[in-house]
């Protein structure tokens, strides 16, 4: 069994009466510690993301492709069946947004992000106008590292446009499994 990791980051841009709290005091020193060159190998690594808008049963799929006229990757409305396997109904409409077709091998979380943003910065007053009539969005990103222990970096100009746009950043990140377990 693949250990799993499901992280919900809250993008809260500026809370009433709270200040950044700004650069440091002081610049650092030629002395101080530097990172290390991160690798850029990302041969194992699959990732793709997904930004979703879920609405309640008087809110549709349907009028959110009409509203931002986008056409989505995939839609469920309420009183769909949950899938072929199963009778139960669908209790809420979901349209979802996709960065590609499916899992990508090689290709970094922030680029997934950016194809994402391209589409929805646009049409950003009606992404906030949707969540105004009751509609809840998020970005899922899934990320699976397998053996090749790479770390994803989110740099702060994606994080700013993020920011910008309705919606959480959930992280569904998973590895291979391999050496997780513990012989005892």
Do not use: K
């Not at 808008?53 to 989505?72: D, M, W, Y």
């Not at 109904?89 to 922030?110: C, H, M, Q």
């Amino acid at each position: 069994m693949s250990p799993r990791l499901l992280a919900r980051l809250a993008l809260a841009g500026g809370a009433a009466g709270r200040e950044s709290p700004g650069p440091p005091p002081t610049a650092p020193s030629q002395n101080s510690w530097r990172l290390p060159a991160v690798t850029t190998d990302t041969a194992g690594v699959e990732t793709t993301a997904t930004f979703r808008l879920a609405g309640n049963a008087a809110l549709t799929a349907a009028a959110v492709t009409r509203r931002l006229g986008i056409q989505p990757a995939r839609t469920f409305e309420t009183g769909d069946t949950v899938s072929s396997r199963s009778a139960a109904a669908r209790d809420s409409s979901l349209w979802l947004l996709s960065s590609s077709p499916g899992i990508e091998t090689g290709t970094e979380l922030t680029e997934h992000l950016h194809r994402l943003l391209a589409v929805l910065e646009p049409v950003t007053a009606p992404l906030w106008e949707l969540i105004n009539a009751g509609y809840e969005a998020n970005w899922f990103c899934y990320i699976a590292s397998h053996a090749t222990e790479h770390a994803v970096e989110l740099d702060r100009q994606t994080l700013q446009r993020l920011l910008a746009l309705p919606g959480d950043l959930w992280l569904d990140v998973s590895g291979d499994g391999v050496d997780d377990e513990d012989d005892g």
